[in-house]
């Protein structure tokens, strides 16, 4: 089970809360319906007391535990603050510390908009990337100068530290936890249901400490490069294993290992993610598109992009297209 807490405190952004969790909710039924057998998530909420927060919006929430009876969660969502967050995380030691003692535990903590302050009032982020909401970024910087802003990007991550400037970059921070939870099936599941538009992936607009192939394995970092570069032909595992000079077994039991897939998974991936650029971006037929990737059979292209992606090509394209290229008038 994944136990999940969601912090609450006055005037913070509602959204920054529920959206998410409701995103959760729905991967958990999701992934019910599929597999009885996946895991259930433990969500709740919890603040510094039982008394009920008021939000920005003036909806009232009311906390499920104190801080203190959250005795172990393994992910943390911290809210967006709304307006100057200065008063706000000047009182907030009880629940820095808090956030301290979880860090320390290996707790995964997420942070959005000016919410990732408490996280810069705890310590935590010294001398780490981070980014917050667009406009608090000189103030942020001022109060925090040890801290590495990145301004550029919507996500940032450290280690078990997430930034995200917005509520909807959150979102798409969200997807990808589902992912690390679940799978990528569950997380386009939810992703479609929420995200009509088909968002960025949470990849292409974050910055990571250690980036793509953060792992020591510099024959695997390799061969990995090597697929990326060559994902549109015929490629049989043994080749490329015999390329870096391994055993089929060995290359398999080492891949796993350093990226936690197998090197099928991750060329499958590689090919999908160049296929869903192709859809949005060209004009290509999609037989086209899967002979690109390096599938010569359309009919197992299109039930392999659907299994990963919980969306045929054709479907993808009708909604994605529908969202770069129309337009309402004035």
Same mark, same amino acid.
């Given at each position: 089970?994944?136990?999940?807490?969601?912090?609450?405190? *006055?005037?913070?952004?509602?959204?920054?809360?529920?959206?998410?969790?409701?995103?959760?909710?729905?991967?958990?039924?999701?992934?019910?319906?599929?597999?009885?057998?996946?895991?259930?998530?433990?969500?709740?909420?919890? %603040?510094?007391?039982?008394?009920?927060?008021?939000?920005?919006?003036?909806?009232?929430?009311?906390?499920?535990?104190?801080? *203190?009876?959250?005795?172990? +969660?393994?992910?943390?969502?911290?809210?967006?603050?709304?307006?100057?967050?200065?008063?706000?995380?000047?009182?907030?030691?009880?629940? =820095?510390?808090?956030?301290?003692?979880?860090?320390?535990?290996? =707790?995964?903590?997420?942070?959005?908009?000016?919410?990732? =302050?408490?996280?810069?009032?705890?310590?935590?982020?010294? *001398?780490?990337?981070?980014?917050?909401?667009?406009?608090?970024? *000189?103030? @942020?910087?001022?109060?925090?100068?040890?801290?590495?802003?990145?301004?550029?990007?919507?996500?940032?991550?450290?280690?078990?530290?997430? =930034?995200? %400037?917005?509520?909807?970059?959150?979102?798409?921070?969200?997807?990808?936890?589902?992912?690390?939870?679940?799978?990528?099936?569950?997380?386009?599941?939810?992703?479609?249901?929420?995200?009509?538009?088909?968002?960025?992936?949470?990849?292409?607009?974050?910055?990571?400490?250690?980036?793509?192939?953060?792992?020591?394995?510099?024959?695997?970092?390799?061969?990995?490069i090597w697929m990326q570069d060559n994902y549109g032909k015929?490629?049989?595992?043994?080749?490329?294993?015999?390329?870096?000079?391994?055993?089929?077994? +060995?290359?398999?039991?080492? @891949?796993?290992?350093? +990226?936690?897939?197998?090197?099928?998974?991750?060329?499958?991936?590689?090919?999908?993610?160049?296929?869903?650029?192709?859809?949005?971006?060209?004009?290509?037929?999609?037989?086209?598109?899967?002979?690109?990737?390096?599938?010569?059979?359309?009919?197992? @292209? +299109?039930?392999?992009?659907?299994?990963?992606?919980?969306?045929?090509?054709?479907?993808?394209?009708?909604?994605?297209? %529908?969202?770069? @290229?129309?337009?309402?008038?004035?």
């Open positions: 089970m994944q136990r999940i807490t969601f912090v609450l405190c *006055d005037n913070m952004l509602a959204t920054s809360t529920t959206l998410p969790i409701e995103m959760l909710r729905a991967a958990e039924t999701f992934a019910r319906v599929n597999s009885p057998q996946r895991e259930s998530l433990h969500i709740q909420t919890a %603040a510094v007391s039982l008394e009920p927060v008021t939000t920005r919006a003036g909806i009232k929430l009311y906390p499920d535990k104190t801080l *203190d009876e959250v005795i172990e +969660t393994d992910l943390i969502f911290l809210p967006a603050l709304w307006r100057n967050p200065r008063p706000i995380i000047k009182r907030s030691h009880t629940l =820095c510390n808090w956030l301290k003692r979880a860090y320390e535990d290996g =707790c995964t903590i997420s942070s959005v908009g000016t919410g990732v =302050c408490f996280l810069a009032e705890a310590g935590l982020l010294h *001398d780490k990337p981070a980014t917050t909401h667009w406009h608090y970024f *000189d103030q @942020f910087q001022t109060s925090y100068p040890n801290i590495q802003l990145k301004r550029q990007y919507f996500i940032t991550q450290a280690g078990n530290l997430y =930034c995200s %400037a917005s509520v909807n970059a959150l979102a798409d921070l969200t997807v990808h936890f589902i992912q690390r939870i679940y799978n990528r099936t569950v997380a386009n599941h939810v992703e479609r249901h929420f995200s009509h538009e088909i968002r960025q992936s949470y990849e292409s607009t974050g910055y990571f400490e250690g980036k793509t192939n953060s792992h020591p394995d510099e024959d695997i970092v390799q061969a990995q015929e490629i049989r595992l043994s080749d490329v294993a015999e390329r870096f000079e391994m055993s089929v077994r +060995t290359f398999n039991r080492r @891949f796993k290992n350093a +990226t936690g897939k197998s090197p099928l998974q991750y060329l499958q991936e590689v090919r999908m993610e160049t296929a869903r650029d192709l859809l949005k971006t060209s004009n290509l037929s999609i037989s086209e598109i899967a002979y690109k990737v390096g599938y010569s059979d359309m009919g197992h @292209f +299109t039930g392999l992009f659907k299994k990963l992606m919980a969306t045929t090509p054709s479907e993808y394209r009708t909604t994605v297209r %529908a969202k770069l @290229f129309s337009a309402e008038p004035f």
